[in-house]
């Protein structure tokens, strides 16, 4: 190389400038040219295991070494570390995933569960202030019947049970639509917001209005208040939110009563029926709201622990059922009570032994004045029938012929929670007749209801009218078949 180099300079002296930097100019490209080779032979396996080298390097190295099926053979080798290293880098963001998926979420507190910050666009505040003392208690840890939004707690001495009524999504969906009824953007703050938009106004306390709001809203399943809701019981409905009792609601007390209507009407008729009406009702007590929670009495242990409970203990239940189906149809002067979702998740049974309803999902309030002088049934009436004419209930006014239909219920507490016999165990899911998409729609095996196992002497005379509540041969025949019924539970309770 040194002697390149003295030969160059000693030409160059012999010519011209232009002619000598040109003469450099070719020394150096093959210089350059030189050094290159000289690292691509030595450093290319480097390259390659550095990774610097690129897929095409490593199939020209391969074919210029290696026959066409030794190729091959070599670059699906090359090509299935491809795809293997490709696979474990998705399974290592998959598990990466999976982890981020995985990290515990910020604790439930009592604070996050009410949302009080929420409010007017909530349930109410009627109980806020006890929440914030202390006075009340709810233990948020306890997730027994978190997936239902239930909690258990104490209010002064009393056991009580907290429940949010709608799941996370659901207050989401509210939120979204206060903002957009405010034309602002989601995550606008709802409490001040709500007071501006038509859920406030007269129009929102509409019939169409809340019909149709229910509609959009509750796509998954239909709202039971809905089928006979009346513009009567909407009247009786604000005096329950008129909380300073002036006559009249004001922007707050309109937020506390359609956000309850929209989210879950529980919360209104539960308010209604135990704080205005002057009957007793089988429920647990409406206590207040705080927030986006109500606050409700504790009505003791689920129905189905009772099943193992003596004859005598089940008996006095079961008729304790059959009265409370009584006073829904006949118990209160003003209306009538429609229940259809009889499970035994739906009842409770406090310290005291009595039955209470808790679940009002399915409660329909039917005006008895408007359903007056309608004449009774002249035809047997079951399952199928009922099943179609809830097809058709709201055409027509056929809400006001209820009161005919209304002893169906008796077919229902019978074939699922008080029937023992074998032909009722399969029977007829009656979760049919709620128009509910989330429930199974196929009859289901259950246990034997409460009057299994009854003394012999009763059994004789008890299938037969358990056979008769269930299935209506003749018109009037299920309710003789309620009323001998209690006759034979009488007896054995008294016994």
Known sequence: MHVATRTARRLCRKFPGWFRVLLLLITLLALGFSVSSYWHSKGGAGKRHTGEGDKKFAER??????????????????HGISKEREYTLAKEAEAKLDIAKGKPEEPQTFKSLLAAEKCPACFGDSLCEQADAGVITVDVANKELEHKGVYFGRFKDTDIVAKRLAGTSAWAQLDQFICQSASLPNGCDVSKVISTTVLV?????????????????????????????TAKLLEELKKVYDQNLDGQLSKTERAYMITSLLMNPEAAVLNYLTTRSERNWPFPQYLGACGRVIFVENGGK????SLESPWKVRANLALQLLDMIEAFRNGDPDWIVMFLDFRFENFAVDRNGRLNLIDFDEVVLVDRKESSGVDEKKEPFNFEDF?????????????????????????????????????HRTKLNPNKLVHNKQRPLEGAVRPPGLLWGPPE?????????????????????????VEGLKAILRRNVKG
Request: proline fraction near 3%.
């Open 457 to 481: 002497h009763e059994a004789k005379a008890l299938e037969p009218l358990l056979r008769g509540c269930v299935l209506e041969n003749v018109a009037g025949g299920r309710l003789n078949a």
């Open 302 to 305: 689920l129905l189905d622990a």
């Open 61 to 78: 190295e391969l074919r210029a070494k290696t026959t066409v099926p030794e190729l091959r053979e070599l670059r699906d080798e090359v």
């Open 387 to 423: 099943k179609e004419f809830l097809s058709v209930i709201e055409k027509g006014g056929l809400c006001l012929h209820v009161s005919r239909y209304s002893d169906v219920m008796y077919a229902l507490a019978c074939v699922r929670l008080l029937s023992y016999l074998p032909e």
């Open 201 to 229: 106004t007269d129009d929102a306390l509409q019939l169409s209005w809340l019909r149709e709001a229910w509609r959009i809203a509750h796509t998954d399943r239909q709202i039971a208040l809905e089928t006979c809701i």
